[in-house]
């Protein structure tokens, strides 16, 4: 009976152990663009704007939670956030919807968030749905692209900077297991 309730202890101890070795294996990284929208880029008319290329700093990200890009099980977009920055007036209600497309070289493109029904009293910040698709493979990349797809509902007379900050977690092999 006592070596049973040993056995007991050591295996529950071991699993709530494993558990808490896993969490140190899990992290975030986070990411910050700037995109413009044009002045006046039409009505209910598709409109695309294209982030310059990003540097993906995964690898030091990466040896910095002490893993590598072949530990890595899955990366997955948690939040997209979109703020603007300018004109200081400005806020989302010209928009109609947004989507936002990740691709990296020699990848297919793949939408990763999205609000398709702006609201016209979105204010100066709006948190977009997002993809629950393993990312992995884009952000192990050098650098990965953004495309922004709007529809507008209005016209808007000045550029809109608007700051894109999005979060993806990272759950990486505990010990390489």
């Not at 995109?35 to 294209?50: C, D, K, Q, W």
């Not at 993906?56 to 072949?70: C, L």
């Not at 200081?88 to 928009?95: K, S, V, W």
């Amino acid at each position: 009976m006592k070596k049973l309730i040993l056995v007991i202890l050591i295996g529950s101890f071991f699993f709530t152990g494993c558990e808490k070795l896993s969490e140190f294996t899990k992290f975030n990284l986070i990411y910050n663009d700037t995109v413009v929208i044009p002045a006046s880029t039409g009505i209910n008319l598709p409109f695309n704007v294209f982030t310059p290329e990003i540097e993906s700093d995964a690898e030091s990200q990466f040896a910095v939670n002490d893993t590598r890009k072949d530990l890595i099980e899955e990366i997955t977009l948690t939040t997209l956030d979109l703020s603007i920055n300018s004109p200081a007036e400005g806020d989302f209600g010209f928009l109609e919807s947004i989507e936002i497309f990740l691709s990296a070289d020699s990848l297919d493109e793949v939408r990763i968030a999205w609000n398709d029904a702006v609201p016209a009293d979105a204010g100066k910040t709006l948190e977009l749905e997002t993809s629950d698709e393993d990312l992995q493979e884009y952000i192990k990349k050098d650098a990965f692209d953004l495309r922004v797809k709007t529809v507008t509902d209005e016209l808007i007379g000045s550029d809109h900077e608007i700051k894109i900050h999005s979060v993806f977690f990272v759950d990486a092999k505990i010990l390489g297991q």
